[in-house]
Nanobody, 122 residues
Framework: QVRVVESGGGLVQAGGSLRLSCATS????????IAWFRQAPGKEREFVAG????????YHADSVKGRFTFSRDSAKNIVYLQMNSLKPEDTAVYYC???????????????WGQGTQVTVSS
């Protein structure tokens, strides 16, 4: 059984930092994909960053490049999203998701966490 559980969200001022964690079970990093998505009120869910276990490569959306960093601890089955230089437009519910293959489309991910709220004040 696959489980995905996010933590680490909160309220931060613009320019601040947060680190999100995603604890997984039942997912093998080396042949699957793990990704972070976010959804702001009234907007569609969008890809933020992810990892392909096939190509052993991490990817980041253009909107967060240079500010957010995806990392993983394979021994602990945890992935992280370090978010620096946060902006009010980063405010959203952040989700961690797992899939059998890498994609930037939410519909391609089978397993989802419950989400964690990130609010950036101006």
């Amino acid at each position: 059984q696959v489980r995905v559980v996010e933590s680490g969200g909160g309220l931060v001022q613009a320019g601040g930092s947060l680190r999100l964690s995603c604890a997984t079970s039942g997912v093998k990093f080396y042949d699957n994909a793990i990704a972070w998505f976010r959804q702001a009120p009234g907007k569609e869910r969008e890809f933020v960053a992810g990892f392909s276990g096939i190509t052993i490569t991490t990817y980041h959306a253009d909107s967060v490049k240079g500010r957010f960093t995806f990392s993983r601890d394979s021994a602990k089955n945890i992935v992280y999203l370090q978010m620096n230089s946060l902006k009010p437009e980063d405010t959203a519910v952040y989700y961690c998701a797992a899939s059998s293959r890498y994609s930037t489309r939410p519909r391609d991910y089978e397993y989802w966490g419950q989400g964690t709220q990130v609010t950036v004040s101006s």
